[in-house]
T-cell receptor, first 115, second 114 residues
Framework: DVKVTQSSRYLVKRTGEKVFLECVQD?????MFWYRQDPGLGLRLIYF???????EKGDIPEGYSVSREKKERFSLILESASTNQTSMYLC??????????????FGPGTRLTVL | AQSVTQLDSQVPVFEEAPVELRCNYS??????LFWYVQYPNQGLQLLLK??????LVESINGFEAEFNKSQTSFHLRKPSVHISDTAEYFC????????????FGTGTKLQVIP
């Protein structure tokens, strides 16, 4: 089974701190994604990556950056955390094929609180 | 650009009653369609998907969804719900050509009442 792991389930940080959220997948998937999930807003795409060192902005990239130095690892960086970045962050990976489409496999999420 | 609308944010239903969770999408090209489920304190997991072929797709736990191209809908149904179906359900769409990106709806919380 595909496994996507995230470095922390819960994280509390202070305003202005630099925050790193790590995601690792073990199935050699090409594509990796970072979403934030907020009540009533569903999942919103922050950034995605379709290859090592490649990244694309999603729908809400402001205030975030990403890094993908290895195929299995995709990091989300909050350069200077703010209270409006308090949210649940979900990482996902996928491998496109005509037979399977682009089903995404999700990690358990990191609930980040910025004080 | 593609978008997904889930018309109901919450759906309460009694145990063993039928349920339908509605999903409409918009896209200018052919699409893949998905339903994901999120149980409390967990990440999302795939429930079922439509890629091509038969417009009726089923999951292993009794849910089904029908792709209706003319109405651009992909509603999720179950004839008899169980307490364990209590979760949040997300509809999602992906263009066949923009295959990396998936657009999610805002989710529907299904609350099964004993």
């Amino acid at each position: 089974d595909v496994k996507v792991t995230q470095s922390s389930r819960y994280l509390v940080k202070r305003t202005g701190e630099k925050v790193f959220l790590e995601c690792v997948q073990d199935m050699d998937h090409e594509n990796m994604f970072w979403y934030r999930q907020d009540p009533g807003l569903g999942l919103r795409l922050i950034y995605f990556s379709y290859d090592v060192k490649m990244k694309e902005k999603g729908d809400i990239p402001e205030g975030y950056s990403v890094s993908r130095e290895k195929k299995e690892r995709f990091s989300l960086i909050l350069e200077s955390a703010s209270t409006n970045q308090t949210s649940m962050y979900l990482c996902a990976s996928s491998l496109f094929s005509e037979a399977e489409g682009n089903e995404q496999f999700f990690g358990p999420g990191t609930r980040l609180t910025v004080l | 650009a593609q978008s997904v609308t889930q018309l109901d944010s919450q759906v309460p239903v009694f145990e063993e009653a039928p349920v339908e969770l509605r999903c409409n999408y918009s896209s200018s090209v052919s699409v893949y369609l998905f339903w994901y489920v999120q149980y409390p304190n967990q990440g999302l997991q795939l429930l079922l998907k439509y890629l091509s072929g038969s417009t009726l797709v089923e999951s292993i736990n009794g849910f089904e969804a029908e792709f209706n191209k003319s109405q651009t809908s992909f509603h999720l149904r179950k004839p008899s719900v169980h307490i364990s179906d209590t979760a949040e359900y997300f509809c999602a769409v992906s263009d066949l050509w923009g295959y990396q990106k998936v657009t999610f709806g805002t989710g529907t919380k299904l609350q099964v009442i004993p």
